[in-house]
């Protein structure tokens, strides 16, 4: 390219597809279907549900829906679903969002009872002129389009863990008391994926991305939010640009940990943006990660962060703040695939 072509492509704003390009060439082949997602313990069940579809040429979007909707039915799983840890008046919340290759996306939040947030979040995206519903109104939204609610009782094993923070917490309203264990006596921290005394993970995501057959991308993001969370506390899962994003031209990403910091940085879709730049979706998540570590408030070593992506080539990747964050691939060359993170901290 000779000096006045490369002015002329410049003026025109073509600086991010020049890099994009001359990054992607080095691609020696497009992975197609593909699905990832965050947590190996969990995302072997939900990527196999969703590769039932991929793998017989259905679309991400109903991928991603059934993929999470396995730990949505999980009774046993601490942090998604109505078996879920509760908040701290020992009510499960729950928040899902969803995104497709159009651009459309849907979310639920702080909704009570309902079965499958998720298929909630999709129902908001595809029958209602709205992004976000939350609480009250989001569960009327259920019920009118006969999204199964039920009683919202405690899990047996989500009981025995409330009322074991009620004893060692004294019920103490201070905030964040969910990154400690005895807030007053002990500097212990138990974030995200941190372990409670009881072995219990303190709070998780299931977030997934996928491109199917057709090169088309979505992605789904579900979660009870950090257990005994304050009453009303929202975290990144259900806000687009946190929790989840997606970009057909480019990729998609979606994050777990702490969610505050997520929303602090437009985290997923931080990283799509530097994907768009032509990054690798590893490298977009480490360059996300270090922003991040710029801007925060908190002790980079007292949270977690994690952001897994792929891009429109089927490359896939991601990267954490502190060590411990996994997840699962799935496509023809890898089968349920564990993947651990490189992390800023050591």
Same mark, same amino acid.
């Given at each position: 390219?000779?000096?006045?072509?490369?002015?002329?492509?410049?003026?025109?704003?073509?600086?991010?597809?020049?890099?994009?390009?001359?990054?992607?060439?080095?691609?020696?082949?497009?992975?197609? $279907?593909? @699905?990832?997602?965050?947590?190996?313990?969990?995302?072997?069940? =939900?990527?196999?549900?969703?590769?039932? &579809? +991929?793998? !017989?040429?259905?679309?991400?979007?109903?991928?991603?829906?059934?993929?999470?909707?396995?730990?949505?039915?999980?009774?046993?799983?601490?942090?998604?679903?109505?078996?879920?840890?509760?908040?701290?008046?020992?009510?499960?919340?729950?928040?899902?969002?969803?995104?497709?290759?159009?651009?459309?996306?849907?979310?639920?939040?702080?909704?009570?009872?309902?079965?499958?947030?998720?298929?909630?979040?999709?129902?908001?995206?595809?029958?209602? $002129?709205? @992004?976000?519903?939350?609480?009250?109104?989001?569960?009327?939204? =259920?019920?009118?389009?006969?999204?199964? &609610? +039920?009683? !919202?009782?405690?899990?047996?094993?989500?009981?025995?863990?409330?009322?074991?923070?009620?004893?060692?917490?004294?019920?103490?309203?201070?905030?964040?008391?969910?990154?400690?264990?005895?807030?007053?006596?002990?500097?212990?921290?138990?974030?995200?994926?941190?372990?409670?005394?009881?072995?219990?993970?303190?709070?998780?995501?299931?977030?997934?991305?996928?491109?199917?057959?057709?090169?088309?991308?979505?992605?789904?993001?579900?979660?009870?939010?950090?257990?005994?969370?304050?009453?009303?506390?929202?975290?990144?899962?259900?806000?687009?640009?946190?929790?989840?994003?997606?970009? !057909?031209?480019?990729?998609?990403?979606?994050?777990?940990?702490?969610?505050?910091?997520?929303?602090?940085?437009?985290?997923?879709?931080?990283?799509?943006?530097?994907?768009?730049?032509?990054?690798?979706?590893?490298?977009?998540?480490?360059?996300?990660?270090?922003?991040?570590?710029?801007?925060?408030?908190?002790?980079?070593?007292?949270?977690?962060?994690?952001?897994?992506?792929?891009?429109?080539?089927?490359?896939?990747?991601?990267?954490?703040?502190?060590?411990?964050?996994?997840?699962?691939?799935?496509?023809?060359?890898?089968?349920?695939?564990?993947?651990?993170?490189?992390?800023?901290?050591?």
């Amino acid at each position: 390219m000779n000096r006045r072509t490369l002015l002329k492509t410049l003026s025109l704003g073509g600086i991010g597809t020049l890099i994009f390009n001359s990054k992607s060439e080095t691609n020696k082949k497009t992975i197609r $279907p593909l @699905v990832i997602s965050t947590w190996h313990n969990q995302g072997v069940a =939900a990527n196999t549900a969703a590769w039932s &579809i +991929l793998n !017989n040429g259905g679309s991400a979007l109903d991928a991603v829906e059934l993929g999470v909707q396995q730990s949505e039915n999980d009774i046993n799983n601490c942090c998604v679903g109505l078996g879920a840890n509760p908040d701290r008046e020992g009510i499960v919340t729950l928040d899902a969002s969803i995104m497709d290759h159009q651009g459309r996306c849907g979310a639920v939040a702080f909704v009570e009872g309902v079965k499958s947030p998720i298929a909630l979040a999709r129902r908001v995206m595809e029958k209602t $002129p709205h @992004v976000l519903l939350v609480g009250q109104g989001a569960q009327q939204f =259920a019920r009118e389009q006969g999204i199964e &609610i +039920l009683h !919202n009782e405690l899990s047996d094993n989500a009981k025995k863990s409330y009322d074991n923070w009620l004893i060692k917490s004294e019920y103490q309203p201070v905030i964040n008391i969910e990154q400690s264990n005895k807030p007053a006596q002990s500097t212990k921290i138990t974030v995200p994926p941190a372990k409670l005394e009881s072995e219990e993970f303190n709070h998780d995501t299931i977030g997934m991305v996928a491109i199917d057959s057709n090169g088309n991308l979505s992605g789904a993001c579900t979660t009870s939010g950090m257990a005994f969370k304050m009453r009303g506390r929202v975290g990144d899962s259900p806000i687009i640009g946190a929790g989840l994003y997606v970009d !057909n031209k480019v990729g998609a990403a979606t994050s777990s940990g702490n969610g505050e910091e997520v929303i602090r940085t437009c985290g997923s879709f931080l990283v799509v943006e530097f994907m768009r730049q032509g990054y690798h979706p590893t490298d977009a998540c480490k360059k996300a990660v270090q922003r991040l570590m710029e801007i925060t408030p908190t002790n980079p070593k007292s949270v977690q962060i994690g952001f897994i992506a792929i891009n429109k080539a089927g490359e896939h990747g991601g990267f954490s703040l502190n060590p411990g964050f996994d997840y699962t691939a799935t496509s023809n060359e890898e089968l349920h695939q564990k993947h651990v993170l490189k992390s800023m901290l050591k």
